[in-house]
């Protein structure tokens, strides 16, 4: 059964091969698809295509049907081709000729889209909730690690004294940056294409500002054609949002591999927590890092796959589309996974304590000196000269109790404070309980 069919069936094969693992993705859809519709029908009532009655069998039709796929009673029949279809099917079963009026004045390209920017947009959300819980711990372990120091690196080596606190802070502070990019997803994803229908618009007098108020978007795309071309737009800028948190979630994953290493051991977790070998008993692998990392490294190449799915696609819609939700779709479980169980693991994370004692770690100091000298009145040229011949000469003892950086950022001033206040502006942007009351006006009233 299909929205568009009339007396010719599709070969099995072709049917098969187009529709794809649409099926699955649409029972995600579902319950967006019914609160588009419920806006739909508002409007269409509005402009005389529904009578009031109409309009509330409707209304009642479609919450039924949301609280059924709420309750994880709602599916896909067989032979049914999609969500849409399924929505309308079950309402025109149930209450008769009016269910086939619902379709009025939209496509099913444009009831898609719409049904896709409500998902992104309840996605963005639940990534912005994670977000804000990982970042909390971050800032927690900062402050707490904040005088507990560890050798920094560049090239891999070692290169001057750093701190868990610094270290930690940093994973924090780039959480901020990365809100950036995803509340950019979001405004995007916060546009109304309801009523662009196959792309060209309706000879029907559409409120497209109505439903874009009924559905708590923050503006609609006004070009019908640049609605439709939203899709795959819309994607490629959410797979970018996705790939800088998974960036950040990736360099923390590496950094903890390697600091759980044995010739590291800077900070271990509990056993429980670990995975073991089946012939060595002394094993405790990284295996949640391990696939954090890998997963990541997944989440980052999105962008390069929805940018070469949209390469050659004309203005319009084209099936080419349908294959965004195979990437985007598995993309933001897979990112969710990651961010829960790198707050679930840092939870449990044990910092070991004065590593920067260790004579091993005595050539990290070097700049140190090298600045005491300056301070003391000589040639920063003439000091860094100094300090590396007594290196080589294996004349180098520094003080290795003593560290003071006093600027903003550094292991002395971590400027928790001012972190906090960029995450509290960055989660400001985001209109997430408005966008809740316009939903539970549709579902309540």
């Known amino acids: 059964m299909k929205l568009w069919q009339k007396n010719t069936d599709s070969k099995k094969e072709v049917e098969n091969f187009t529709i794809g693992r649409d099926p699955e993705f649409d029972l995600l859809l579902a319950p967006f698809d019914v609160l588009g519709s419920m806006a739909h029908a508002i409007m269409l009532e509005k402009i005389g295509l529904l009578n009031p009655a109409e309009l509330?069998?409707?209304?009642?039709?479609?919450?039924?049907?949301?609280?059924?796929?709420?309750?994880?009673?709602?599916?896909?029949?067989?032979?049914?081709?999609?969500?849409?279809?399924?929505?309308?099917?079950?309402?025109?079963?149930?209450?008769?000729?009016?269910?086939?009026?619902?379709?009025?004045?939209?496509?099913?390209?444009?009831?898609?889209?719409?049904?896709?920017?409500?998902?992104?947009?309840?996605?963005?959300?639940?990534?912005?909730?994670?977000?804000?819980?990982?970042?909390?711990?971050?800032?927690?372990?900062?402050?707490?690690?904040?005088?507990?120091?560890?050798?920094?690196?560049?090239?891999?080596?070692?290169?001057?004294?750093?701190?868990?606190?610094?270290?930690?802070?940093?994973?924090?502070e780039s959480l901020t940056e990365d809100m950036d990019l995803l509340f950019a997803a979001y405004r995007l994803s916060n546009k109304n294409p309801l009523g662009s229908a196959a792309g060209y618009g309706s000879s029907f007098p559409l409120d497209r500002t109505l439903t874009t108020q009924l559905l708590g978007f923050e503006d609609l795309h006004h070009n019908v054609i640049n609605a439709q071309n939203s899709r795959g737009k819309t994607e490629r800028n959410l797979a970018f949002a996705m790939a800088g948190l998974a960036g950040t979630l990736n360099k923390l994953a590496a950094d903890v591999c390697l600091f759980m290493n044995q010739h590291f051991g800077f900070i271990s977790f509990p056993d429980n927590l670990t995975t073991g070998s089946s012939i060595m008993p002394h094993k405790k692998n990284p295996d949640v890092f391990e696939l954090i990392r890998a997963k990541t490294n997944q989440i980052q190449s999105l962008p390069n796959q929805v940018t070469l799915l949209l390469t050659n696609t004309t203005t319009g819609y084209h099936r080419d589309l349908q294959l965004l939700k195979e990437a985007i779709f598995p993309g933001i479980e897979t990112l969710l996974d990651c961010i829960r169980m790198s707050t679930f693991m840092l939870k449990e994370v044990k910092v070991k304590q004065d590593i920067l004692k260790d004579s091993f770690y005595k050539h990290v100091f070097s700049v140190e000196v090298v600045n005491d000298l300056v301070l003391q009145g000589m040639a920063f040229r003439d000091a860094y000269k100094k300090v590396g011949l007594d290196i080589e000469a294996g004349n180098f003892q520094p003080d290795q109790s003593k560290v003071v950086h006093t600027h903003e950022g550094s292991i002395g001033k971590l400027c928790l404070e001012e972190i906090k206040e960029k995450m509290k502006v960055a989660?400001?942007?985001f209109d997430f309980e408005k966008v809740s009351k316009k939903i539970e006006g549709l579902l309540y009233h």
């Open 56 to 172: 509330q069998i409707l209304l009642n039709g479609l919450r039924e049907i949301y609280f059924e796929i709420e309750k994880s009673e709602f599916i896909i029949e067989q032979g049914v081709e999609d969500v849409h279809s399924q929505v309308e099917f079950l309402l025109t079963q149930r209450y008769g000729e009016v269910g086939k009026k619902l379709h009025s004045g939209r496509s099913r390209n444009d009831q898609v889209l719409v049904d896709l920017k409500l998902f992104y947009r309840a996605a963005i959300r639940e990534i912005n909730e994670e977000v804000q819980e990982l970042f909390d711990l971050l800032i927690r372990l900062s402050e707490k690690h904040k005088n507990d120091l560890m050798p920094g690196y560049t090239h891999t080596q070692l290169a001057m004294p750093s701190s868990f606190g610094l270290w930690l802070g940093s994973f924090a």
């Open 427 to 429: 989660e400001a942007q």
